[in-house]
């Protein structure tokens, strides 16, 4: 059974601080997703990385996915009280007949103005 | 571009019924899967449809089914709903000649009384 373990389970931080959520499995993956999701809504797509090594840059979000295409970070610099929500990672391994992902456990981020 | 929808967005059910939740993709995609969430925790995969057949499945009872409609939206029915049914349904939805990005829909809130 895949599994994908996120830490911390929560963080809450001031405003401008940097933060960083792990995302850690044993398995490999084909491509790791990472959404944010607010309370009583769909998780919304951030990124998908692909390729081991890879590191993609949203504005203040920056994302790599680990040599081995097991674990994945997400650094967010400066963090802003609209960052606030669940951050979830996503493993997915295309090939054969289907595409589903498996979610990691989540991180809920706090931003105090 | 209309993103994914879900009907309803709410719901209450007693136990012992029968719900049906509904779901259009985005356009341009074909593959539809749905998830179920429970509050603090990340989505966990329930099925896949793919040229109106169920593709995979996650461990869930045979209580839950589906339906793929030939314009690809889709229909998850939970018969003799259990109290620990009540949770957030997602629907994603894909392109499966695409790449691995699957597009999440707001959900139908559900709670079994």
């Known amino acids: 059974t895949q599994l994908l373990e996120q830490s911390p389970q929560f963080l809450s931080i001031q405003e401008g601080e940097n933060l960083t959520v792990y995302c850690n499995s044993s398995s490999v993956f084909s491509s790791l997703q990472w959404y944010r999701q607010e309370p009583g809504e769909g998780p919304v797509l951030l990124v998908t990385v692909v390729t081991g090594g890879e590191v993609k840059k949203l504005k203040r979000l920056t994302f790599q996915f680990g040599d081995a295409r097991k674990d994945s970070s997400l650094h967010i610099t400066a963090a802003q009280p609209g960052d606030t929500g669940l951050y979830l990672c996503?493993?997915?391994?295309?090939?054969?007949?289907?595409?589903?992902?498996?979610f990691g456990t989540g991180t809920l981020l706090a931003v105090q103005p | 571009d209309a993103g994914v929808t879900q009907s309803p967005t709410h719901l209450i059910k007693t136990r012992g019924q029968q719900v049906t939740l509904r779901c259009s993709p985005k356009s341009g995609h074909d593959t539809v899967s749905w998830y179920q969430q429970a509050l603090g925790q990340g989505p966990q995969f329930i099925f896949q449809y793919y040229e109106e057949e169920e593709r995979q499945r996650g461990n869930f009872p045979d209580r839950f089914s589906g339906h793929q409609f030939p314009n690809y939206s889709s229909e998850l029915n939970v018969n003799a709903l259990l109290l620990g049914d009540s949770a957030l349904y997602l629907c994603?939805?894909?392109?499966?000649?695409?790449?691995?990005?699957?597009?999440f829909g707001p959900g139908t809130r559900l709670t079994v009384t």
């Open positions: 996503a493993g997915a391994n295309r090939g054969g007949a289907t595409n589903k992902l498996i």
């Open positions: 994603a939805s894909e392109q499966r000649q695409g790449g691995y990005e699957q597009y």
